[in-house]
């Protein structure tokens, strides 16, 4: 109640926000809402909520933002081991290539990743989660991807199952089997086409572990034709297609992404002026990962502006994973205005309605309206202009999930003061 902005983003479930409609978000000053078994049932002006109903507990946000959970819609949630040494080498400026060499880059994490457990890797899913909640996100995309054998990949999606049953925040699931080509398979790259297609795609949606298939559509991965069979493969097994798309190339995944009617294209630091037309023409969403171009430390990011002035909805997402390990999509949203220009509205849309389209849960999430999930976060500013301007630090509040209040960080700092009286 008393928010001083309540953002609604509401009146786009059936189609993501595009051009200057990414600037609406549906402000409403002095707003509140109304929650009821974990479902919006009303969402105004603060004195006609509490006129229309009576509440058990009423939450206050005056001087703060409401807004819907943020969406993060891509992620590779879930690996084991941690890649801090190559990063050091990337800032000596070592090459992709001498990096590969000295046994690091993804190999290294499929190394580690096939070795865990299923128990450890639900423990490392368990801790990113806790933070990207904290941080205000309240439901993530989540692929596969480092096991690249039949089992691990399984293991992999397992482990994403077992976290969206024990977890507050809802996990969407990607097979990412063809995120690269492991070591066992590098002299006939095709065995393993085949063995994706063949093998892990029937075994995973007979056992239901996946909403999507993904494809590394990159050079040194996947090429544009491979890429187009095993999305096809999927889709034939009901797998919807999403890909990564133009990242280091131009190599025409954004046009493919179209042509095959994907959900979502990614990355796209690369595509050209047709690809993102086709996109825009079949309402592709381009989901992009700013935090990611930031880590590669080229200095090039996707150009977002000129795909909203061709019409293509926009996302945003943080690309968590070994090599880019960011949980927090406020720092998306501040590397998105500060090196893509985006304005702080566009980047509000881009990590909520927008990123809900992105992984097709726009019906249920990414708006604060009547009859959605009650995934809400309340950020302690005085208004939106402030994502983005204010960063490096945690804005959230609090967090609601299903309509109940799973983070609040008055509840967190006031134990810290309770232990420092007591050391005095
Ligand atoms: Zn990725």
């Not at 089997?177 to 075994?203: C, H, Q, R, S, W």
């Not at 200095?299 to 960011?326: H, K």
Request: proline share 4%.
């Amino acid at each position: 109640m008393n928010a001083d902005e309540l953002i609604t983003l509401a009146g786009s479930n059936d189609k993501p926000r595009t051009r200057e409609r990414m600037q609406e978000i549906g402000i409403i000053r002095n707003g509140g809402l109304a929650i009821k078994d974990g479902t919006i049932v009303s969402v105004g002006k603060t004195p006609d909520i509490t006129r229309d109903f009576k509440a058990e507990d009423v939450a206050n946000a005056n001087g703060k933002i409401v807004m819907p959970g943020f969406v993060d819609p891509h992620t590779h949630l879930v690996f084991a081991g941690s890649r801090e040494e190559e990063f050091q080498l990337r800032i000596e400026g070592v090459s992709y290539v001498e990096i590969l060499r000295a046994g690091g880059d993804i190999m290294r994490t499929v190394r580690e990743t096939r070795r865990a457990s299923i128990e450890k890797l639900v423990d490392y899913g368990t801790e990113t989660l806790d933070s990207m909640l904290e941080h205000g996100t309240t439901t993530v995309e989540a692929k596969s991807g480092y096991g690249l054998a039949t089992k691990d990949e399984m293991k992999m999606l397992e482990a994403m199952q077992r976290l969206n049953q024990l977890h507050s925040v809802d996990l969407v699931p990607t097979f990412l089997g063809a995120n690269a080509i492991p070591p066992e398979f590098v002299d006939n790259p095709e065995d393993y086409v085949k063995l994706v297609t063949e093998e892990m795609i029937p075994k995973v949606t007979e056992k239901r572990l996946a909403e999507f298939c993904d494809v590394s559509c990159e050079k040194g991965a996947f090429s544009l034709e491979q890429t187009r069979r095993i999305l096809t493969a999927g889709k034939n097994h009901g797998l919807k297609p999403r890909l990564h798309a133009d990242e280091m190339n131009q190599l025409g995944g954004a046009e493919l992404a179209a042509g095959i009617g994907a959900t979502s294209a990614d990355h796209l630091l690369f595509a050209s002026d047709e690809g993102m037309k086709a996109m825009a023409e079949k309402g592709v969403v381009a989901t992009l990962l700013p935090a990611a171009a930031f880590s590669l430390m080229r200095g090039r990011y996707a150009d977002a502006r000129t795909m909203i002035n061709l019409g293509v909805p926009v996302a945003l997402g943080t690309d968590f994973n070994p090599n880019c390990w960011v949980e927090n999509q406020q720092c998306v949203i501040a590397l998105a205005c500060h090196m893509m220009k985006l304005t702080p509205s566009e980047a509000i849309t881009a990590t909520t309605i927008n990123a809900a389209h992105a992984i097709s849960r726009a019906k249920e999430i990414g708006s604060l309206e009547v009859g959605k999930k009650a995934d809400v976060t309340v950020l302690d500013v005085p208004n939106h202009k402030f994502l983005g301007y204010r960063f490096g630090v945690n804005l959230v509040d609090k967090v609601v999930k299903n309509g109940r209040i799973v983070f609040d960080r008055d509840a967190v700092r006031s134990q810290v003061r309770l232990l420092e009286d007591h050391e005095m």
